[in-house]
C-alpha cells in the first residue's frame, strides 16, 4: 500500500519544518547572546567596563534588561511557543533605540541588528507562506 502525498501536503510539512528550523536556531544563538550578557555582568569577560559595578548608568540599565531577555527568548523561541517571538521582537525594538537612538551612548551594532532583521524577515516570510497555505488559524 503506496500513500502519495500531493504538493499541498508536502508544500505545508516543508513551511512548517522550515519554521521550526528557524526557531531552534534563533533560539540556540539568542540563548547564547543571553548567556555572553550574563558573563558580562558577573565580570568574567576580560573587557575594561564589563562588571556591573563598572558599567556606566545607561549600560547598567540596558545589559540587565537584556540579560533576562534574550535566554527567555531564546527558551520560547527553542520550544517554538509564540511569545518567544513576541520577546524577540521586543529585544530587537530595545536594540533598536539603543544603537540606532544613542550611539554615542551604546555603539553602533549594525552586524547585531542586521541579523535580527534577517531572522525576522525569515521568520515573517515562513508566517506568510504558513498563512496562505492553511488560512487563519481556528480556536477549538
Not at 51 to 73: C, G, H, S
Not at 76 to 90: D, E, F, R, S
Not at 115 to 133: F, M, N, P, S
Amino acid at each position: 500500500m503506496t500513500i502519495e502525498l500531493s504538493s499541498e501536503t508536502s508544500g505545508n510539512d516543508l513551511s512548517r519544518r522550515l519554521t521550526v528550523w528557524l526557531y531552534r536556531v534563533a533560539g540556540f544563538m539568542i540563548f547564547c547572546v543571553g548567556v555572553f550578557y550574563w558573563i558580562r555582568l558577573i565580570g568574567v569577560a576580560p573587557e575594561r567596563l564589563g562588571r556591573f559595578d563598572l558599567m556606566p548608568i545607561w549600560w547598567r540599565m540596558a545589559a540587565p534588561t537584556l540579560a533576562v531577555l534574550y535566554p527567555v527568548a531564546g527558551i520560547g523561541l527553542w520550544m517554538t511557543a509564540g511569545w518567544g517571538a513576541v520577546i524577540w521582537v521586543l529585544i530587537v525594538i530595545i536594540e533598536m533605540v539603543m544603537h540606532l537612538g544613542f550611539p554615542a551612548l551604546f555603539g553602533t551594532n549594525l552586524l547585531g541588528l542586521a541579523a535580527h532583521g534577517l531572522g525576522l524577515a525569515l521568520l515573517a516570510a515562513l508566517r506568510v507562506i504558513d498563512w496562505r497555505e492553511h488560512g487563519l488559524p481556528r480556536r477549538h
